[in-house]
């Protein structure tokens, strides 16, 4: 419905590429940008919001494209952006923020692994080795799942 729209933002983010740094563009979070810009255009037609958010994030891109030099402020700013969209599409579409599941594996894995470590091991180094171990794979099964499911930011 807003593909016009979409398709503008795409154009902007590899001209912002383009014309920048590897590390500007990293800061800016581009690649995260392209693929809310995906799920806000998928889900426009059916949620109000989805659909203003698109707008500004065709109006921000943009203005961002304009520069030819980008200060902290200004990336700041953008990442900002992104991340209040992010949020809604957490909060009302039940999407997972990419490494979501990773994060999550790592924190469980270090905590069981800790508790583990010092109960039935006796041995704190094992038990957190074998923590992440198991946190690892269930992070990455979240992970793959949002992915399948085309719930992933
Ligand atoms: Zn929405």
């Given at each position: 419905m807003n593909q016009k729209q979409t398709r503008t933002i795409m154009k902007k983010i590899s001209e912002i590429k383009e014309k920048h740094t590897k590390r500007e563009v990293q800061d800016l979070?581009?690649?995260?940008?392209?693929?809310?810009?995906g799920h806000?255009?998928?889900l426009?037609?059916?949620?109000?919001?989805?659909?203003?958010?698109?707008?500004?994030?065709?109006k921000e891109t943009v203005n961002l494209a304009v520069?030819?030099?980008?200060?902290?402020?200004t990336i700041l700013n953008y990442r900002e952006f992104?991340?209040?969209?992010c949020n809604h599409l957490k909060e009302k579409?039940?999407?997972?923020?990419?490494?979501?599941?990773?994060?999550?594996?790592?924190?469980?894995?270090?905590a069981v692994g800790v508790a583990l470590g010092?109960?039935?091991?006796?041995?704190?180094a094992v038990g957190i080795a074998l923590g992440l171990a198991v946190g690892l794979s269930l992070g990455a099964g979240i992970d793959s799942r949002a992915k399948k499911n085309g719930k992933m930011i």
């Open positions: 979070e581009l690649d995260k940008a392209e693929r809310i810009a806000l255009d998928a426009s037609p059916k949620c109000t919001d989805c659909r203003n958010y698109l707008e500004e994030l065709k520069l030819n030099e980008l200060d902290s402020k992104l991340q209040t969209i579409h039940e999407m997972v923020q990419e490494g979501t599941g990773t994060s999550l594996g790592i924190a469980i894995g270090v010092l109960s039935v091991f006796n041995n704190i």
